[in-house]
């Protein structure tokens, strides 16, 4: 069952929107060479500290940590560690969430450690995020869930990958429904699969979180020991980015961007919708 919400209750994801991105902006501001994963972790808590907000992955299934902090050729899912240390060239994608009221954000992004990173790492996040604003600007009244598959993959698969060869869109793992959870239905292939029909159709107050996973190589991936961290089969790094987005009546809201996602869906000759905060 999709979880329809009203004006009222989409204007409290948007309160857990902001929050997630006061952590986007704090922990791209702490990820230097030198810091650990672990460091970010610490910098994650105080901002929902200081927001009185609660985090909806510290104990989610287990997840020990308040945030993933996936470096290099790990896709998602990795544990914040002293043990990991940023260090010049490295690429880290940061996911994180936000409960306020009882209402959830999540969202992920990538950037770059230090700076020296080769032409196709900077290919690769600019790619995996212009997909994820595709996705989004196809969040249209009448549009079905698969249009939005389609156009992240169709986005991917017209670009030029350096050095030939295709992008590797990650077939395990992608978005979904949320709400009053995180996770919550429907599941969104990053990419179109006949075999699950076209979807629900996209109607106000219908919420996703919009993630395409991408990578220099292998669609394929693998969990390590602790049962959390995945990554490339064939180590190729990759690059998450994701946004929760809510359709209204007046159009698609970008829940945890700043702006509400106005300035990237006017590329796109999109409206966002009126933030109801502003």
Not at 5 to 14: F, G, L, S, V
Not at 235 to 248: C, K, Q, R
Request: hydrophobic share 40%.
């Amino acid at each position: 069952m999709v979880q329809i919400k009203t004006p009222e209750q989409i204007a409290k994801m948007r309160a857990a929107g902001l929050v997630v991105a006061a952590i986007h902006a704090a922990t791209r501001e702490a990820a230097v060479p030198g810091a650990t994963t672990r460091d970010l972790d610490e910098v994650a808590r105080k901002v929902l500290a200081e927001h009185g907000a609660k985090s909806n992955f510290l104990g989610y299934g287990g997840f020990p940590a308040t945030i993933c902090t996936s470096v290099n050729d790990v896709v998602v899912h990795g544990i914040p560690s002293d043990d990991v240390v940023l260090k010049d060239g490295d690429i880290i994608s940061v996911d994180c969430g936000a409960i306020v009221d009882g209402w959830h954000g999540d969202a992920a992004y990538t950037a770059f450690v230090g700076s020296g990173h080769a032409p196709e790492l900077i290919e690769l996040s600019r790619v995996t995020e212009e997909s994820m604003w595709a996705g989004i600007a196809a969040m249209k009244q009448g549009n079905r869930l698969v249009d939005v598959s389609r156009a992240i993959e169709t986005y991917i698969r017209r670009q030029p990958k350096p050095g030939g060869g295709r992008y590797g869109i990650i077939e395990d793992y992608g978005g979904h429904g949320i709400g009053t959870e995180m996770h919550m239905d429907p599941h969104l292939l990053n990419y179109v699969d006949r075999r699950r029909g076209k979807g629900p159709k996209l109607v106000p107050g219908f919420c996703l979180a919009i993630e395409p996973m991408v990578s220099l190589g292998t669609p394929r991936t693998e969990v390590l020991s602790d049962d959390w961290t995945v990554i490339t089969t064939d180590g190729t790094w990759s690059s998450h980015w994701e946004h929760s987005v809510a359709l209204t009546e007046q159009g698609p809201l970008v829940l945890t961007a700043l702006d509400g996602g106005r300035a990237k869906l006017a590329e796109h000759g999109v409206t966002a919708a009126p933030d109801p905060l502003a």
